[in-house]
């Protein structure tokens, strides 16, 4: 009964503020990008530089004096978990300053802004207010898309070939392996299709591991499950498909079943309540990783890219995704983790990246939202220096190596700041693409900044990269 009391009294306020002309638009912010891309990071220091009115200056409706303020607002949809900003926050300003944990599966937060409208005839008209959602989930779960237009037997033909491929013999072996000695045809049992999900969910993170291929193999939930960790939905894996007909009682039909059930139950949902509902999207991209790891790594990220951008391609050919409409009109892509490289670095960053980009929008016959590339750092953990070596003047990076990260031999305690000549990347973006030109960076995980200014207000201030145009490009209009 107390339910439905709240709910006359929340349908009562909605009313009174539909009188009050208080009608709130809300724009639906996705942040999306692969494991480990920067997702918490962004959106706890978005959260937070909005909340604190941190230093934006590339924000237009800040650097113009418009910007109220900003507060968390209830999320209206309660089944879906908070975004836990408090604890992400604790995390970086806390007395040790740590890294938060990462994005497992979605989460959502809302923040509510106020600002003066620029337009001539709102001076009359006060404040007005814009709700911010923003909607966080894994990369991961966008490539699988293209499933939905697979049979088992397509999907299956696919990831087996891929799985037998001379660079992922290592990964795949167990899996394959145990496939041969199954028998498809067999009588189905649980023992045997989970102990295929498990040996195939192995590969696909073993697959993924640092310096190796970077992009991933769908299903995305087989790499972050989210809440469907155990669930049956997750236990099926390819199969040879069959030369001659199947029993419906067999192995092979009960995995086949059971991807169709991933498919209906998992991969539709997302896209049609989460995704078909966002307005503007941003992609983090962990480019440094990739640079690092050399062309390969680099093709394999162009491969991700060009399934991302499949998704928010409008009148698509995959029918499924044709009856959804989409709204998406921006689309942001941000190398992350920019404070890894000199600040002379960052141009060229964000040209590797539109390289990228503009090979991925050609393959994936991308047209429709507008979409930008930006090189940013969310927090920012590092400061910049010159050291002069060999009568040379070197633009070196200064920061704390966090524990157990090591280079050259030498392994870091955690607590010894130092400078570190990050490296150049290449003038012209193309080099990164070819063999013969590895791209040398020195790469080390830097802890987050130990050391935090306060504003007037007494609130800290995260020391960021473009973040600010970052931002400008993805709610800026709205507050226009
Ligand atoms: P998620 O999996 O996409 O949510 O990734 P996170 O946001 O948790 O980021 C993964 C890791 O990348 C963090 O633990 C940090 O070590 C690092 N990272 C993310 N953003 C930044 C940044 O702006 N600067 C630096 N130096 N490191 C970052």
Redesign the pocket.
Known sequence: PTNVVDEIGIALSNLADAAGGAFTPTLRLGVT?L????????ITALIHNLLTGGRLPGFAPMAEGRFIGARLAEYPDATIPRFAYEQHLEALTGKEPT?????RRISQLRITLKYQSARWFSGMRGPSTVNLDIVDYPGEWLLDLPLLSLSFAEWSTQALERARRAHSATEAGPFLALLDSTDPLKEANDVDAEALAAAFTRYLRESRHDGRALSTLPPGRFLLPGDLEGSPALTFAPLPPPHQAVRHTSLYTMLERRYEAYKDVVVKPFFRDHFARLDRQIV?VDMLRALNAGPEAVHDLETALTDVLACFRQGDSNPFLRLIARRIDRILFAA??A??LHHTSHDRLEAILNRLLANASRRARFAGAETRSVA???????REGTIREKGETLDVILGTPMAGESLDGVTYDGKTEIALFPGDLPDDPEGVFEEGHPVELNFL??L?PQKLERNAEGAYVLP?IRLDRAIDFLIGDWLK
């Not at 494991?35 to 962004?42: D, E, H, V």
């Not at 890294?99 to 994005?103: A, G, L, R």
């Open positions: 990008g494991s480990r891309a920067g997702k918490t990071i962004f890294w938060p944990e990462s994005t983090l992350t983790k404070d890894h940013l750092a969310a927090v920012r953990a590092t995980r830097f987050p960021h």
